[in-house]
């Protein structure tokens, strides 16, 4: 019997270990988008022709002019990032779960 606890341990151990891991490498990932996304019109002015063209292909699509404006599309997943900065509220409900939790626990408000 506690061969088979010492073993569910073990396995609980290295998920927790692997979990953790996967978390610092997503933070590291992160930031490092983060930090590129803020200097990328630097990048962008210091690049050559080339580099610039595809950028705007990686980023864009089904450009077109309409008389002297630009029409396109942000390709995925930009445009998530770009819908989600026009959103105030990212957790929709949080409130009312924040609400019944005090509730339940006896914290009326």
């Known amino acids: ?10 396995d ?3 998920n927790l270990n692997n979990h953790t ?3 610092e490498k997503f933070t590291i990932t ?3 988008l983060l930090n590129l996304a803020s200097r990328a019109y630097q990048l962008f002015e210091s690049s050559k022709l080339e580099q610039k063209r595809q950028l705007i292909n990686f980023l864009l699509s089904n450009l ?10 942000v390709n995925k997943p930009f445009d998530a990032i770009l819908n989600a900065n026009k959103c105030s509220n990212w957790l929709p409900g949080l409130d009312n779960i924040e609400n019944k939790l005090d509730y339940s626990l006896g ?3």
């Not at 077109?64 to 599309?73: A, D, S």
């Open 21 to 23: 891991k996967a978390d």
């Open 12 to 14: 609980l151990d290295l």
């Open 30 to 32: 992160v930031n490092y």
């Open 64 to 73: 077109r002019l309409k008389g002297k404006t630009l029409l396109y599309e």
């Open 107 to 109: 914290e009326n408000k």
């Open 1 to 10: 019997m506690n061969t088979i606890k010492s073993i569910k341990l073990y």
